[in-house]
């Protein structure tokens, strides 16, 4: 059966993507769970027993509740300086001078990444840390099976109310006596999702018929998402904030009175802001939120102001509980915040000590065969001694001093035993899925082996290649290697002790996966053994044998070899970007060496000389293919260089020629002062925060005009009479879509207008995206079925390059619109001054758009960490949240600068008529190799690396990256494949 190359390195991906699947199935993992939900209620641990005979402790009850009624808010993205920073006194006095000067206690809460909403509520709720997967899951959040604070307070009758965010709806679905559900993801909504949450406020405080009341607000996270953290909407919604908590505060000091304890509100934030206003990561800004606890049974403040302590997220839940009188859950690693409770009289604050530390040496004894031997757990049964003696000498009716410091030892022993349990159990909350990893890994491998032994005939001249299927499939090894992985799949599926998810699959899933590991490993086998066979040394010929590598050559490898192995390092993955900024750099000098060679250092003779030795070389090219033996392309066209740049040089051209490396390393280096990126940098101002600001919105109008005609000039070229006019307006709609929600003003706009969502202008640019895309669809699909025409072909897939061209125009922001400008015209100036003139093979001109595509990657302002994901552009003209719109709009978005490169790559191997008919197979097996190599290293890397101290915040969100990125160029390849004329052209011939 004979394959083409573009069919193989497609066919490739798409199994490799499964082996990705896999992986990262097994290796985000998830927490380990105490006990199922309906074990969690069983009776509270009695007091310590002291010491002696004849005294016997006689509490063994939870103790009573604290407060009356509870109000938790939850404003989401608020950042711990939006209330104790210049903001909160500006925006917010009524919460800082409670802050400050009231009963209040004041504290910034550590939130563990992902700081996404959804694992952020699990935590507050559960105390534990939720996995890193739910990053993946937070746009469909399931429900919420494990012990909880709310599932606690239900069954102990009481009454929830609930408004805001609709993913508490899904955590905890049948828990609220009433609830108003949002929708968290559309973004550019600031004020209805807070409305909707205020307008049942009036109504539920005069109520007396609810325990517990919840608010999650919602729009400081949608303004920061599209305005970023310092803009002019912060402050009046941090007003709104304001004046909400008052409201609730005075409510609930009025209802206070009699014996009943006194009432309490919480305020909080699930995760905070960075810079660009997105979260996500594990930066300072976005793992801080500030964590109030306000009530009358608090003593007021005195004295001055000071900075407040940092506590972790996970301590709410328990520190609730025991405000409410309910049983901390079983999986939290949270500690009691002991402010809270140190009103009550000693025995009290040691009974809820000792509550949360034998909660938590359970937990450990659950999930650590050795706990004996672990210092927290060595810690607690110390201070549980001593908590024995303070007992047995409270109870002998000791009032003395002796009582008092006994109890403040014991205090800080309990407090040293819970912050060492908490610690031991956070790093033991989760294990990874060991078989599931192991099974992903050996078919990415394999899959990277298998390309790389049949490179030579995949690049060969005829870019296709005899794949013998029958041989090895029907072969022993085949049927042996087949039953020793089912028999080894059996053994580990009933001897593992916890949830595998490759064992919980079907058994037909499983054996298929079985089968196509065997057929892969027999397929390299038999690769291997042709290969060695035909290893007789061929017939030395003087043309041949005379090619060597360039320098270029040698830079390519050496630097995608550079690139893998820096992915062993953490400080590489954060600053990627600087590596991939060198490597285009460095090409851009070996380019502009490259050019003043064939201008400059070349003489005459050496063109004639050519010429013969390119005849010579056709002869010998001819008595091979009688003998089907293959001759590489990049020969044919590196011995074609000569004529062509001789050519060239009668043109004008030849000083543009030569200065487009120095132009593209000038733009390259305006891009990067665009936009600082990774971690080192991203602190420091750049060029798009200050045109981002409000002071510079005419500046960034202007910028954005400019940009707009600009990608109009270098995209209508090639397009169509009906395509330009499309084109033309919607660049038009872009511009007024960002003046609608408020980026950017027109010239004759002097106050600005009320902000809108935009809708009707974001629509209307994709009606002409999507009718460039289909005009360029309809030639696509005439060259394919009616006529294989060559040039109907070129124009539909540039038609096809400027719809994406014009999506990406609208969903980027608009200070990212020179990124797209400097894209549209390296591609230009590179197409018509450096590689037609140069003739590089296919091979390298696709390892080349590769390169740009990474570097333009992170010119966008991307990174490895999921913070600078710009998920608004997921909703950009949507009035509603739909989910699959939102994933494709939000992955362009992310991915515009590699998606541009690579439809470029397709376009200009289409348009080469003088190359031959195996380019474009060349470009899609290139463009899956040089994907493949990074993928199977890092996978490799981080399996060894599983217990770095970077493991969360730097290896996983790059390995998310990886992922998405093996998806979205098996797309790209499977467009490839699809374009590939040279079956066609093989059937004429």
Same mark, same amino acid.
């Given at each position: ?127 534990? !840390? ?47 006596? $009433? ?36 608010? #999650? ?21 941090? @007003? ?15 209802? $206070? ?13 699930? =995760? ?213 992985? %089912?028999?080894? =799949? ?72 550079? =690139? ?23 090409? %851009? ?74 132009? !593209? ?6 891009? @990067? ?9 991203? #602190? ?164 080349? =758009? ?73 470009? %899609? ?22 217990? #770095? ?41």
């Amino acid at each position: 059966m004979r394959l083409r190359s573009g069919v193989f390195a497609s066919s490739c991906l798409l199994v490799e993507a499964l082996g990705v699947a896999l992986f990262l199935r097994g290796f985000f993992p998830l927490p380990v769970r105490s006990l199922p939900r309906s074990e969690a209620r069983r009776e509270p641990p009695a007091e310590p027993a002291p010491p002696g005979s004849g005294t016997v402790s006689n509490w063994t009850k939870i103790p009573p509740p604290l407060f009356k009624k509870v109000v938790l808010v939850l404003i989401d993205a608020l950042r711990d300086d939006f209330v104790f920073g210049p903001k909160g006194k500006q925006f917010m006095p009524y919460t800082t001078q409670v802050v400050e000067k009231g009963t209040s206690h004041s504290f910034i809460a550590e939130a563990k990444p992902p700081t996404v909403t959804m694992p952020r509520i699990k935590a507050l709720m559960t105390g534990s !840390i939720p996995g890193f997967i739910d990053i993946i899951v937070n746009l469909n959040s399931p429900a919420l099976l494990e012990d909880n604070l709310i599932w606690q307070a239900k069954t102990a009758g009481k009454r929830i109310i609930f408004y805001g965010d609709d993913t508490w709806v899904k955590l905890f679905p049948k828990h609220f006596v $009433e609830y108003d559900g949002t929708t968290s993801f559309f973004v550019s909504d600031f004020t209805e999702v807070d409305d909707n949450v205020t307008r049942h406020l009036d109504r539920v405080l005069k109520r007396e018929d609810w325990d517990i009341l919840i608010l #999650h607000y919602l729009g400081l996270d949608h303004i920061g998402h599209v305005t970023g953290p310092n803009s002019i909407l912060v402050g009046p919604k941090l @007003r709104e904030m304001d004046n909400i908590l008052k409201k609730i505060h005075i409510s609930l000091l009025s209802k $206070e009175g009699g014996a009943a304890p006194p009432n309490l509100l919480v305020v909080c934030g699930d =995760h905070g802001m960075s810079e660009t206003g997105s979260h996500g990561g594990s930066s300072e800004e976005e793992v801080h939120t500030p964590l109030l606890f306000i009530s009358s049974a608090f003593e007021k403040r005195n004295g001055p102001f000071s900075q407040p302590k940092v506590v972790q997220q996970t301590d709410l839940a328990t520190t609730l509980a025991v405000g409410l009188g309910l049983p901390i859950s079983k999986n939290s690693v949270g500690n009691l915040i002991l402010p809270i409770v140190g009103g009550k009289t000693m025995r009290e604050q040691l009974r809820f000590l000792h509550l949360n530390g034998f909660q938590l040496s359970r937990l450990l004894q659950e999930n650590t065969p050795a706990y004996e031997k672990d210092p927290g757990y060595e810690h607690f049964k110390i201070a549980e001694k001593s908590h024995g003696n303070w007992i047995k000498l409270y109870l002998d009716g000791n009032n003395s001093e002796v009582l008092l410091n006994l109890g403040k030892k014991v205090l800080k022993q309990y407090l040293k035993a819970l912050k060492t349990l908490s610690s031991s159990l956070s790093k033991q909350v989760a294990q990874y899925d060991m078989y599931s990893m192991m099974v992903g890994t050996v078919i990415v491998l394999e899959v990277l082996f298998l390309l790389l032994l049949i490179t030579p005939k995949a690049l060969s001249r005829r870019a296709e290649f005899e794949v013998p299927l029958s041989p090895p499939l029907f072969s022993l090894l085949f049927y042996l290697t087949c039953l020793t992985l %089912c028999a080894v =799949h059996v053994i580990v599926c009933t001897s593992a002790e916890g949830l595998c998810y490759f064992c919980s699959m079907s058994w037909w899933t499983a054996a298929a996966v079985m089968v196509l590991i065997s057929a892969l490993m027999c397929g390299i086998l038999s690769a291997v053994g042709k290969i060695l066979q035909n290893s007789r040394p061929p017939v030395k010929n003087p043309v041949v044998s005379n090619s060597s590598w360039s320098e270029v050559d040698i830079l390519i490898l050496a630097g995608t070899v550079g =690139h893998v192995l820096s992915l062993g390092a953490s400080s590489f993955i954060e600053e990627e970007h600087q590596t991939w900024y060198f490597l285009i750099n460095t090409l %851009c000098l070996a380019l502009c060496q490259e050019l003043c060679r064939n201008h400059f250092l070349l003489k005459e003779g050496d063109s004639q000389h050519s010429i013969t030795l390119k005849q010579n070389f056709d002869n010998v090219k001819e008595t091979y293919e009688c003998k089907n033996i293959d001759i590489t392309a990049p020969d044919d066209s590196k011995l074609g260089k000569v004529t062509a740049t001789d050519e060239f040089l009668k043109g004008s051209d030849k000083w543009i020629s030569l200065a487009s490396p120095w132009i !593209i390393l000038i733009c390259c280096r305006l891009l @990067r002062s665009l936009n600082q990126t990774g971690v080192q940098w991203a #602190h420091r101002p750049d060029f798009g925060h200050w045109l981002t600001s409000s002071e510079h919105k005419s500046e960034l109008s202007f910028l954005a005009a400019i940009s707009l005609v600009m990608i109009f000039i270098l995209v209508q070229r090639k397009c169509s009479l009906v395509s330009k006019i499309a084109m033309a307006l919607g660049l038009l709609g872009v511009y007024s879509y960002r003046a609608a929600i408020g980026n950017i003003v027109f010239p004759w706009q002097h106050d600005s207008k009320d902000i809108s969502k935009g809708i009707t202008e974001a629509r209307f640019v994709y009606v002409f995206v999507l009718g460039i895309v289909f005009t360029g669809t309809k030639d696509l699909l005439k060259s394919q079925v009616i006529s294989a025409d060559c040039g109907v072909r070129s124009t539909g897939l540039w038609e096809v390059y400027s719809g994406l061209v014009l999506l990406a125009a609208l969903l980027l922001r608009p200070h990212n619109l020179p990124v797209l400008v400097f894209c549209l015209l390296i591609q230009t100036m590179m197409t018509k001054y450096i590689w037609r003139p140069l003739k590089f093979d296919a091979a390298q001109i696709t390892i080349m =758009h590769y390169w740009f595509g990474q570097a333009f990657f992170y010119f966008q302002g991307n990174s490895n960490g999921i913070a600078t994901v710009d998920v608004s552009a997921g909703f950009v003209g949507l009035d509603s949240y739909v989910e699959i719109p939102a994933i494709f709009l939000t992955a362009f978005a992310t991915y515009a600068g590699p998606l541009l490169w690579a439809i470029h790559l397709l376009c200009y191997l289409s348009s080469e008529v003088s190359r031959n008919s195996s380019a474009m197979g060349h470009g %899609c097996f290139c463009y899956a190799l040089v994907r493949s190599v990074p993928v199977a290293v890092y996978i490799i890397l981080v399996t060894g690396l599983r217990y #770095h101290l970077f493991i969360w915040s730097v290896f996983s969100p790059k390995l998310l990256y990886e992922g998405m990125h093996v998806l979205i160029t098996a797309g790209v390849c499977l467009f490839f494949t699809a374009m590939d004329q040279n079956r066609s052209r093989r059937g004429q011939d």
